[in-house]
């Protein structure tokens, strides 16, 4: 497996997969007709379903309500603020800056 891997301010490496479509499909999935329509509650799990490793140990994708809750309980305050910064996409205008266009 590989990824982006970022640490967080407890100096855990934590490694992030891509949440694409499939993955989010089945995070719809996992967590039920409720559960799927709180907004609030689907970004917050889909930051735990992007941690895919801490410290070379994996984490499985949730599978329901008690996957994103332990995900949750790993990671931490301090893994959830170091995934939603690792996985932030930078602005359209600095990838073109970036690709020299």
Do not use: C, H, Q
């Amino acid at each position: 497996m590989s990824g982006k891997t970022v640490t967080d301010s407890r100096g855990r490496r934590i490694m992030l997969r891509k949440i694409g479509v499939l993955e989010t499909l089945r995070l719809y999935k996992a967590l039920g007709p409720e559960l799927s329509v709180n907004g609030a509650y689907v970004a917050t799990a889909s930051i735990a379903a992007a941690a895919a490793m801490i410290d070379d140990v994996p984490l499985p994708f949730p599978s329901n309500e008690a996957g994103v809750e332990l995900l949750l309980e790993r990671l931490g305050d301090e893994g959830v603020t170091a995934v939603i910064e690792g996985s932030a996409e930078p602005p359209l205008e600095m990838k073109v800056v970036e690709a020299g266009n």
